[in-house]
């Protein structure tokens, strides 16, 4: 199915926005704020009331739609590849997920690198997680997601839960998942040419800001190689055209063989989280519903 004229030129646009990003080159503070001016080409989304807080000592953000079901929780890990990202990159986008699965939503800024290198954003991940069953929500209340490095975090999160014997969210939500930092994945050449955002170059630079001499075939980096028996039912989007999209179509296939329900869907013309551009193209209106949709379903 060809993609959307919209779409079309929004990957052009984005992926000469994106280039000036420049993570190999760019101070990282400089990064950041472009990442974050990205997040203020979408509108959040109507009747989604927004609450700076903290939790577990973290900046973060409270996402309440107006008819949430009460007690289920999202809580949503960015992406920005450990380095950047924050609550203004990924507000929009959580809202409307939020609005559409109908349940609240819970976005902190967890520690970047190359300040706080692996594992601090992962201490803070399964710290975020404790505080919310502090607060009273059972664990079968709460799903886990994020997108690109949040995708991972949140498997590493649920990998490190499972090692220390907390239960597990009710399920997770994995958009473009940065699951593979080997980037031994066949799509990192296949789809090189045909990618606008994240080039195989800038896995490298992840690499020497987030876990510099680190062993990347460890699950906690590289949940591509874990063990994942147990682990909850998922719901992975992927591009067709990303380089990641090999991190994506072998995890499912893990999840599968361990007899964990999965669903992955490639989409046919998109990029790396092409659902940040929901309001802005089609194919990210469409997206976004269906994940409100698999969180309605595996939270009741």
């Known amino acids: 199915m060809p993609i959307s004229r919209r779409a079309r030129f929004i ?26 001016m990205l997040g203020r080409l979408v509108r959040a989304a109507p009747g989604v009331a927004i609450e ?9 953000e409270w996402y309440r739609p107006k008819e949430a079901v009460g007690g289920k929780v999202l809580f949503y890990l960015h992406g920005g590849a450990y380095v950047l990202g924050s609550c203004d990159s990924h507000r929009k986008l959580v809202t409307h997920i939020a609005r559409a699965a109908g349940i ?7 520690r970047l690198a190359p300040e706080h290198p692996f594992p601090a954003g992962l201490e803070d991940a399964v710290a975020v997680y404790r505080s919310l069953l502090g607060k009273g929500y059972s664990a079968g209340d709460i799903v886990i997601g994020g997108d690109s490095a949040g995708g991972g975090l949140s498997v590493a999160t649920m990998l490190q839960l499972r090692r220390d014997g907390v239960p597990l ?3 997770a939500i994995l958009l473009s998942p940065f699951l593979d930092l080997t980037a031994s994945g066949d799509s990192v050449s296949t789809r090189a040419e045909r990618e606008p955002w994240f080039r195989a170059e800038d896995i490298h630079v992840v690499i020497r800001y987030y876990c510099p001499g680190a062993d990347l075939r460890n699950p906690l980096l590289s949940p591509v190689f874990a063990n ?5 039912p998922a719901l992975i989007h992927a591009g067709d055209d990303e380089i990641l999209l090999s991190d994506s179509t072998r995890f499912a296939d893990k999840l599968e063989a361990a007899g964990v329900e999965v669903e992955l869907e490639i989409w046919p013309g998109m990029w790396h989280v092409f ?4 309001g802005k193209m089609p194919e990210s209106r469409v997206a ?3 994940i409100g949709d698999y969180i309605s379903r595996r939270t009741g």
């Open 228 to 232: 994942v028996a147990g682990l909850p």
């Open 275 to 278: 659902q940040l551009f929901v």
């Open 288 to 290: 976004i519903g269906k």
């Open 52 to 60: 700076q807080t903290t939790i577990a000592g973290l900046p973060a």
């Open 169 to 171: 969210p009710r399920a």
């Open 11 to 36: 990957r052009w646009l984005t992926g000469r926005y994106i280039r000036r990003i420049d993570i190999p080159g760019a101070p990282v503070p400089k990064m950041r704020k472009r990442l974050d």
């Open 104 to 110: 609240e939503a819970v976005l902190p800024e967890y």
